[in-house]
């Protein structure tokens, strides 16, 4: 009896923690795990934790984990096995973004009181103009599964490559074609812009950091499956 006994509790054991019953999410059809597209992938993913515009975590952020579509996991491959060539390589800030995290962002800047994180992401910005000025709208490019918020980093020290401005600053500062800058920092956005580009993704000329794949799979489905 106590034989039997252990033998079942063998199994139970075995049956929880085999491979094949992985407790990560899974995931609708198309849409991959990029670090296991891109193994050496830096993420800084800003919206599970605190360090954004809203000052806290956004919904449907659940899990520190970095979502797209299959073709745009692999078109953004090759951008970074080209940075490799250079001794870089990409950190995503943001990658699929479920539509109630959208939704949170819409009520947060309906809500004039609330600027906690003003200083940081909107120093020069009124929050009323956010909406006026596009840098807040009710749908996301990134609810389709395609766009990237990416900068560049060092593969041997970690350190992030300067572009003149801060990931998610609203701001001209940010804008692709802001000049006011230095020419090392204007020659680092456009080093990223080409190969973004070169690999299939667009750029959007309100924020360096902000690429949508050109020929995305989704273009007119906007997703909201949390990431668990």
């Given at each position: 009896?106590?034989?039997?006994?252990?033998?079942?509790?063998?199994?139970?054991?075995?049956?929880?923690?085999?491979?094949?019953?992985?407790?990560?999410?899974?995931?609708?059809?198309?849409?991959?795990?990029?670090?296991?597209?891109?193994?050496?992938?830096?993420t800084d993913l800003r919206y599970y934790g605190t360090n954004n515009f809203i000052g806290k975590p956004i919904d449907g952020y659940e899990k520190p984990?970095?979502?797209?579509?299959?073709?745009?996991?692999?078109?953004?491959?090759?951008?970074?096995?080209?940075?490799?060539?250079?001794?870089?390589?990409?950190?995503?800030?943001?990658?699929?973004?479920?539509?109630?995290?959208?939704?949170?962002?819409?009520?947060?800047?309906?809500?004039?009181?609330?600027?906690?994180?003003?200083?940081?992401?909107?120093?020069?910005?009124?929050?009323?103009?956010?909406?006026?000025?596009?840098?807040?709208?009710?749908?996301?490019?990134?609810?389709?599964?395609?766009?990237?918020?990416?900068?560049?980093?060092?593969?041997?020290?970690?350190?992030?490559?300067?572009?003149?401005?801060?990931?998610d600053l609203f701001d001209e500062k940010s804008s692709v074609n802001y000049k006011n800058?230095?020419?090392?920092?204007?020659?680092?956005?456009?080093?990223?812009?080409?190969?973004?580009?070169?690999?299939?993704?667009?750029?959007?000329?309100?924020?360096?950091?902000?690429?949508?794949?050109?020929?995305?799979?989704?273009?007119?489905?906007?997703?909201?499956?949390?990431?668990?």
């Amino acid at each position: 009896m106590i034989f039997s006994r252990f033998i079942k509790f063998s199994v139970i054991i075995f049956y929880l923690s085999s491979p094949l019953m992985s407790i990560a999410q899974t995931l609708p059809k198309g849409f991959v795990d990029v670090k296991e597209v891109i193994p050496n992938l830096r993420t800084d993913l800003r919206y599970y934790g605190t360090n954004n515009f809203i000052g806290k975590p956004i919904d449907g952020y659940e899990k520190p984990r970095c979502i797209l579509t299959k073709e745009a996991a692999e078109a953004l491959k090759k951008v970074q096995e080209d940075f490799e060539k250079l001794g870089f390589g990409l950190l995503v800030f943001d990658a699929y973004r479920p539509q109630r995290a959208v939704n949170q962002f819409m009520k947060w800047a309906e809500d004039p009181n609330d600027t906690k994180m003003k200083e940081q992401f909107y120093p020069n910005k009124d929050k009323s103009s956010l909406f006026k000025e596009d840098y807040i709208a009710k749908k996301s490019g990134h609810s389709r599964g395609s766009t990237v918020d990416v900068t560049i980093v060092s593969l041997k020290t970690g350190h992030i490559l300067d572009l003149g401005s801060d990931f998610d600053l609203f701001d001209e500062k940010s804008s692709v074609n802001y000049k006011n800058i230095t020419k090392n920092q204007r020659a680092i956005r456009l080093l990223l812009q080409r190969r973004m580009m070169k690999h299939g993704f667009k750029p959007y000329e309100k924020e360096w950091w902000h690429f949508t794949l050109e020929n995305e799979p989704y273009p007119d489905t906007y997703f909201d499956f949390s990431i668990k």
